[in-house]
């Protein structure tokens, strides 16, 4: 019985992978991916990267750094929080033209609604406008896509994860991690400016984008793709 359970196991967990592909391959495309999105179309050259949980009072200014010597505009989402925290450094995202998106007020699920419009209020005392959304841990609950969407909120999750936080968290050596030449034309990749392994990784990824001709850019630019 316990072999036969864990067969059927498996073949959940297939169904289940191949049901989130399918949705992600439908989400890809326009208009769709402007309401929820994982990934832009694979015919497009360009790869968003993203930051989530800033700002951090150092290890942002670091992902900064090396994001203007590569000339290159990225999407951070925000804590609400954090930004209360540090608004210097949420200052300095803005001041470098990089885009601001939402990941709620204080990275807990309660209450989407309320945290983001905290977050939007705060963002607006910067001169910012945000339409963009990432829900945390990238648990989008049916009454929070509702509430994005009636409110011309886009959802952006993403289709690669760098996992910096988590080779920080466990003091993996370098190199010991899956490769980013895995990274294709219409990429949304996910990183966190809170860890000193993040702009370790965006250099990383960026010679691999040169190497490939692929370009980075903001969130905005993939979902407004043809």
Not at 210 to 218: Q, S, T
């Amino acid at each position: 019985m316990a072999g036969d359970e864990c067969v059927e196991s498996g073949k959940l967990q297939l169904l289940k992978w191949l049901a989130k592909g399918l949705v992600a391959e439908f989400c890809s495309y326009s208009p769709v991916r402007r309401v929820v999105c994982w990934r832009s179309d694979r015919r497009g050259r360009k790869v968003a990267l993203t930051f989530d949980d800033g700002p951090d009072p150092i290890h942002t200014r670091e992902v900064l750094d090396v994001l203007e010597s590569k000339s290159v505009r990225s999407t951070f989402f925000v804590l609400g929080q954090a930004i209360e925290r540090n608004p210097r450094v949420f200052q300095d995202i803005v001041d470098a033209g990089h885009e601001i998106g939402i990941h709620g007020y204080n990275h807990k699920l309660a209450d989407m609604s309320s945290q983001t419009r905290r977050t939007l209020e705060i963002v607006s005392r910067f001169g910012v406008r945000s339409s963009l959304f990432r829900p945390p841990h990238g648990i989008l609950e049916p009454a929070t896509g509702l509430w994005m969407a009636l409110n011309r909120m886009s959802v952006v999750l993403w289709s690669v994860d760098a996992r910096d936080s988590l080779r920080h968290e466990r003091k993996t050596p370098p190199g010991s991690h899956d490769s980013f030449d895995r990274i294709r034309g219409g990429d949304i990749v996910l990183l966190h400016d809170d860890n000193p392994q993040c702009a370790m990784d965006v250099r990383e990824i960026l010679d691999v984008l040169d190497r490939e001709g692929l370009d980075a850019a903001p969130v905005s630019a993939l979902l407004a793709a043809a």
